[in-house]
């Protein structure tokens, strides 16, 4: 007996979508846990530590006012990535929304990046380890749009949460340092 040219329609629609790269793999699934897992071991390490050496209250927004332009810009650029970045890794994948943001997620990370090789407050006159990841960044970013613009979304993917862990997680949990701005500013 014959399918029906319906029957075959149904089958034939049904079938990419099995294969849709923007669907949520296992391999995304895992990196929103690590990105989870880092940012509660982040909080962890500094609830711990805050036993007694300081005490959590309202950001004084004020010494940010007074930081340098290039701290303002770069701090607001990391503060609009992040929330950007959240939203990208649990939103769809592969929409014209996710497109739009992740255009503007790329921009707030090149910013964060660049912005970064202009501060020296950990080391005046040159360059620390942390703008290792700052170039990790510059380069990494441009490669996972690359990535996604030959349709390579699994390296797309693995690179901008790459750069969304070491680029704005790890490095982000540096500048609470103890002494640094954004340590004065939540917990100083």
């Not at 701090?75 to 497109?99: D, E, F, Q, S, Y």
């Not at 942390?130 to 613009?149: D, E, K, N, Q, T």
């Amino acid at each position: 007996m014959k399918p029906s040219a319906n029957a075959l329609s149904i089958e034939q629609s049904a079938a990419p979508a099995l294969d849709n790269p923007f669907r949520s793999s296992p391999a995304e699934a895992r990196a929103r846990i690590l990105v989870v897992g880092t940012l509660l071991l982040v909080a962890l390490g500094l609830i711990v530590y805050l036993g007694g050496h300081a005490r959590l209250h309202w950001p004084n927004l004020g010494l940010l006012a007074r930081a340098p332009l290039v701290v303002r810009l770069h701090v607001t650029a990391a503060t609009t990535a992040l929330l950007i970045g959240v939203g990208l890794m649990w939103g769809p994948k592969g929409t014209t929304i996710h497109r739009a943001f992740g255009w503007t997620w790329v921009i707030a990370m090149m910013t964060v990046a660049i912005s970064s090789f202009f501060i020296h407050t950990i080391n005046p006159g040159g360059f620390s380890p942390i703008h290792a990841l700052s170039a990790y960044v510059a380069i990494g970013v441009p490669m996972g749009v690359a990535f996604a613009r030959r349709h390579n979304i699994r390296a797309h993917r693995r690179m901008m949460t790459g750069n969304f862990l070491f680029g704005l997680i790890v490095a982000g949990a540096f500048t609470f340092v103890p002494g640094r701005l954004m340590w004065t500013v939540f917990f100083g």
